[in-house]
Nanobody
Framework: QVQLVESGGGLVQAGGSLRLSCAAS????????MGWFRQAPGKEREFVAA???????YYADSVKGRFTISRDSAKNTVYLQMNSLKPEDTAVYSC??????????????????WGQGTQVTVSS
């Protein structure tokens, strides 16, 4: 069983930065792909970024060059550094974990484990 706890959300002005953290429990963290997804009000959950157990990274086009995903296996934690934030980045951000990689990382329903989510609000 994997449990995930996100933190680091908040209110920031456009152009600012935030760093989200997702702390994981369970012995298989280092081998799992960790993904960040977001959901804005009235919209479907969308892929943001993912990092495989081998540290291959994946990004949505909308965040490339602005967001960076990383993982610290010693701390069982994955991070999402978000720079140059825009109002359209406002959403609830959730991290998921799953035993796969490649094209499956983009599909939220493939992730069996999820955190509770953290709110990110970017003001204009």
């Amino acid at each position: 069983q994997v449990q995930l706890v996100e933190s680091g959300g908040g209110l920031v002005q456009a152009g600012g930065s935030l760093r989200l953290s997702c702390a994981a429990s369970g012995p298989t963290f280092s081998t799992y792909t960790m993904g960040w997804f977001r959901q804005a009000p009235g919209k479907e959950r969308e892929f943001v970024a993912a990092i495989s157990g081998g540290s291959t990274t994946y990004y949505a086009d909308s965040v490339k060059g602005r967001f960076t995903i990383s993982r610290d296996s010693a701390k069982n934690t994955v991070y999402l550094q978000m720079n140059s934030l825009k109002p359209e980045d406002t959403a609830v951000y959730s991290c998921g974990a799953g035993p796969f990689s490649g094209s499956l990382v983009y599909i939220s329903r493939k992730y069996p484990y999820w955190g509770q989510g953290t709110q990110v609000t970017v003001s204009s």
